[in-house]
């Protein structure tokens, strides 16, 4: 497995026992970021604060809590990891404990051998990958679900065009959890005049970046704008074109996550250019 060092997955080591934890770290700094924690509460402090860890691997021995409490508690708040757990005993009953109360992937038998552990962990991040791909999947096909539903019920109860445009860009900002949306008219195959901004939450940074997009000239005040009641008075009633030139029309929704990486985003073409540039501004 070879990844960019940025972009090394991250495994937690926990152990009571200093030399073990210092062994792990040199097992696997090379191929992983490895966090250290010396019992479980202090592990559990680290996964609340450490975003998308993939592997845990855990002693079972330790005085505070055991392997198994702790890998218990990580399976209900944290499904997607993948837990290992290390003992040097081979009480059976621990071993079906850890399995089944802590969703342990593996168990390995001090003292271990360090190839073979690494192999293990290796197919732990493999299967934990797959899990995030398969959960975030699901969880793209039940927002779209829900989407459709949300939509077509507001369509329904909207009043006029001006009206369903406004519901549709609500529902998807709040369906999506987004912190900017807007929702273009489509007249023969272009962007129309016709626009709805959403902008979720009532952060002050959210309002900044709309003052420094505004341009009084920029629009004709055909969009409208949707913001916490807060926010509403402080903003201006135009927006730099570079917003509408964001939006393309699509026949299914598209996330962009990196503007300088996504493929959509690549090449000279007129419309990719114009596209990246805007949203580079």
Known sequence: MK??????????????EPDNLDL?????????????????PSALEILSKEGDVAVIISDQRMPLMSGTEFLSLTASQYP???????TGYTDVEDLVEAINSGKVFKYVTKPWDDEELKAVVRQAVDTH????????ELRRSLRQESLLNAVTSAIRSALNYRQILQTIGQTV??????SYCQVCSIQDGRIGEDAYLYVGGQDDDV???????????AVDGSISIGLP???????????????????????????????EADDRLQGDAPDIVQRRQAYQE
Do not use: C
């Open 3 to 16: 990844v960019q060092p940025n972009n090394r997955p991250k495994i937690l080591v926990v152990d009571d």
């Open 24 to 40: 792990l770290y040199r097992t696997f700094y090379r191929e992983f970021k490895v966090l250290r924690a010396e019992s479980g």
């Open 80 to 86: 997607d990891i993948i837990r290992i757990i290390l």
């Open 129 to 136: 990958n797959v899990l995030k791909a398969r959960t975030r």
């Open 173 to 178: 900002g709040h369906i999506f959890e987004v």
């Open 207 to 217: 309002f900044n970046i709309l003052i420094s997009l505004a341009e009084p000239s």
């Open 229 to 259: 009641s807060t926010m509403t008075s402080r903003v201006p009633d135009a927006l730099k074109r570079a917003l509408i030139r964001t939006v393309w029309q699509t026949q299914d929704i598209q996330t962009i996550h990196d503007v």
